[in-house]
């Protein structure tokens, strides 16, 4: 067998498995404090996520989870939002409940990935 090439399919599979984890975790709502600490752990670990290796959730999910997060504001995202910047304050995030969350949405995030694996249309926009 052709190792580099096994390990050249590799990489472009691992790679599209990220950007499509990261589009999900984009999707997500991030309404309250848990939501925005699960969102941004959640986007922080698939960035950095190797689907090539083994994965250990629970740690490469803790090394990640922020230690303060703001939440989004529908100001923010407009024009004069964006000139004068966020009003938000930080809030501190509980790790425990955030490890918690993040696990479950990160099961949920690789079964649609996964889901869109065995599809016709693997590929695809969905």
Same mark, same amino acid.
């Given at each position: 067998?052709?190792?580099?090439?096994?390990?050249?399919?590799?990489? =472009?599979?691992?790679?599209?498995?990220? &950007?499509?984890?990261?589009?999900? =975790?984009?999707?997500?709502?991030?309404?309250?404090?848990?939501?925005?600490?699960?969102?941004?752990?959640?986007?922080?670990?698939?960035?950095?996520?190797?689907?090539?290796? %083994? &994965?250990?959730?629970?740690?490469?999910?803790?090394?990640? &989870?922020? =230690?303060? =997060?703001?939440?989004?504001? %529908?100001?923010?995202?407009?024009?004069?939002? !964006?000139?004068?910047?966020?009003?938000? !304050?930080?809030?501190?995030?509980?790790?425990?409940?955030?490890?918690?969350?993040?696990?479950?949405?990160?099961?949920?995030?690789?079964?649609? &990935?996964?889901?869109?694996?065995?599809?016709?249309?693997?590929?695809?926009?969905?």
């Amino acid at each position: 067998m052709n190792r580099k090439l096994a390990e050249e399919v590799q990489s =472009v599979v691992s790679d599209y498995l990220r &950007i499509r984890a990261l589009d999900i =975790v984009s999707e997500f709502k991030a309404d309250s404090n848990e939501k925005a600490a699960v969102k941004e752990t959640l986007s922080l670990f698939f960035k950095d996520l190797k689907f090539t290796r %083994d &994965i250990f959730p629970e740690e490469d999910v803790m090394g990640v &989870i922020p =230690v303060n =997060v703001s939440l989004e504001s %529908d100001s923010s995202k407009g024009r004069l939002g !964006k000139l004068i910047g966020s009003r938000s !304050k930080k809030v501190s995030v509980d790790k425990e409940s955030t490890l918690q969350a993040a696990l479950l949405e990160s099961s949920n995030v690789l079964k649609k &990935i996964y889901m869109r694996l065995l599809s016709p249309d693997p590929w695809g926009t969905y």
